[in-house]
């Protein structure tokens, strides 16, 4: 007669654990995107303040519809799972150059320069939280 092993607490704790961890990466990943789908929007409608922004940062006003077409690409790319890897270097390059430029014209450190980090730390933390295979190939490393 075969006997039916019932789970012990600790399963139940590694699957609420292991749900818990891939919840909190999508709302972490959710909220990047979000935060630069609209930055992208705003480059296509260029409001008052992304115009003053570019003028500020030294960039021609001509520049935001390339900027906004591949900050948007590389969203998408981004939120789509199986090109999610690739989506978060190509956000962390686009956020580095951010950084540069922010730091370039002497933006506050906390709010301005280090804000394209933060985001960089969303999208790799929501990436890592929400993606086994993902830390499966750190841990290779």
Known sequence: MPTSKMPDSTDRIGAQ????????????????????????MFKFIRPAPVVQSFERLGYPLTTAIALGTLLLTCTILYAIPRT????????????????????????????????????GAMLWGGLYLRDARFRAMLRSY
Request: hydrophobic share 50%.
């Open 84 to 119: 999610t890897t690739l989506g978060a270097a190509l956000l962390t390059g686009y956020l580095g150059g951010a950084v540069s430029a922010h730091l370039r014209v002497g933006d506050p450190l906390f709010s301005h320069v280090l804000f394209p980090v933060y985001l």
């Open 17 to 40: 654990s292991s749900k818990g961890r891939r919840w909190t990466g999508r709302v972490l990943s959710a909220v990047a995107i979000l935060f630069l789908a609209m930055d992208a």
